[in-house]
Structures are given as C-alpha cells and as structure tokens.
C-alpha cells in the first residue's frame, strides 16, 4: 500500500540499487522486492529523473524494514505520545507510528512536495490522516510542539549550526 508502482531495491549488503521494478510489467519481482528487507529506492534527483535506469542520487526511499522496526523500537513510542517525523517518504513510517500513538499525535515534515502529496494519498487510502507539513524539517513543526519524541527517517546533508537559542550537542 506504501510501495509505488515503480521502485529500485538496494543491495542488502551495500548502497547500491538494482535496475528498475515495475509492478505493472513484473508484478512477482515487485511483490518479491516489497517483501524483503531491502530498501526500495521511490525517487531518483529531487523527482527530476524520470527514465528506467538508475538516477545519480536516491531521493526517497522506503527503508529497510528491519532498521524501521529497530528505530521504532529505540524510539519506544506509548499511546498518547505527540511525536515528530522528519522525512516522511511514502508515508509508512507515519502509519506505523499513527497507529501505535494516534493519528492526532503525529506530525511528519517533508521536504518535497510531490512525495508529501504522494503520502498523504498513501495514508488517506490506508484510513489514517496524521499531519503531514512540507517544510524543511530542520525547522521541525512549532505549532504542534512540545513533542515526546522525535525521529528522523531521511538523509542529512548537513546540520545546522547552533544558534543562540539551541543548545550545542555534547561530545
């Protein structure tokens, strides 16, 4: 249900994707790649890659489902906690935690606005509607805070800088 038709599984023992899966033309290749623990690659150069072969940069992806379910498990969630995704993607992991800690109780920011889009049909379709923000989720959701906790499920090309009203991370 989160998984588009179109997808190019990792590696599981690397960071390299294998050539396109299309549900339409292979349906038990597609089937096979959704089922394992691999990730699947969703988009390709900011959505701007729009042929078979492989883009230059994975963009968004559906992650592979055992580090979903080892984050979500340090994460250790309980029902009623108001909790913070950066990095929505196809909109799974927003489900998951909806599902443990309520709809009301999730805000997930993205980047993209295509992919947030895409999400938001994802978890409508599944019957769940958690906020999902388009934003940059370096500047995380005030309006909904305070949040329990705060996960992030997507890449981080840089951090910002401490400003005089966050505190420098220790170590």
Known sequence: MFVPDRIWPGIPEGTRQEAL???RTDPHAWLAAVYSD???????DDGEHRGDDLGTTPTSSNSLPSMVFAMLDDLNVEAGHRVLEIGTGTGWNAALLAHRVGAA????????????????R?????????????GDGRQGFADRAPYDRIIATCSVGDLPRPGPNRPRPAG
Request: charged share 25%.
């Open 122 to 134: 994802n978890l409508a379709e599944f019957g769940i509607k958690p906020l999902v923000h388009v």
């Open 38 to 44: 691999r990730p699947l690659t969703t988009q390709w």
């Open 105 to 120: 109780n999730v805000v997930s920011v993205e980047y993209d606005p295509d992919v947030a889009k895409g999400a938001r």
């Open 21 to 23: 899966v299309d549900r």
